[in-house]
């Protein structure tokens, strides 16, 4: 738990130059992930919040220009969510934060070390039997 802490705390840090926060970050790595984009409602399970909370993040997302909402094409009731070209680019930019952020914890373990954490978290969390 004190690694993941640690692991978290790096990454909210590495995001503070573009001023977003890990619930943002999370919604655009996710949101990333879908190239026809995605409903509000699907972010929220995603992310596992209510869909409220996703409005407000969405909300804060929309206003920086990193996302965009669309009328769904299959019921225009229904909105879609995609990233724009300036999301798309935040995200590459995070991600690569995020990895120099984990490498920096990480810094201190050899390099069999580091196998063999990944190996024991790989199983752990289920990945593989």
Excluded at 30 to 57: C, F, N, Q, W, Y
Excluded at 69 to 91: H, I, K, Q, W
Excluded at 101 to 119: G, I, K, M, W
């Amino acid at each position: 738990m004190a690694l993941a802490r640690r692991v978290r705390r790096e990454h909210a840090e590495s995001l503070a130059e573009w001023d977003v926060t890990p619930s943002q970050a999370r919604a655009l790595r996710v949101l990333s992930s879908r190239d026809e984009g995605m409903r509000p409602s699907a972010l929220a399970d995603e992310l596992r919040i209510a869909p409220r909370s996703a409005t407000d993040v969405v909300d804060g997302l929309e206003a920086r220009g990193w996302v965009s909402r669309a009328a769904d094409p299959s019921d225009r009731r229904a909105t879609v969510l995609s990233l724009t070209t300036d999301g798309r680019e935040l995200v590459e930019r995070i991600e690569g934060v995020r990895r120099l952020a984990s490498e920096r914890v990480l810094d201190v373990l050899t390099d069999a070390q580091r196998r063999t954490l990944h190996e024991i978290l790989t199983v752990v969390v289920g990945e593989r039997q």
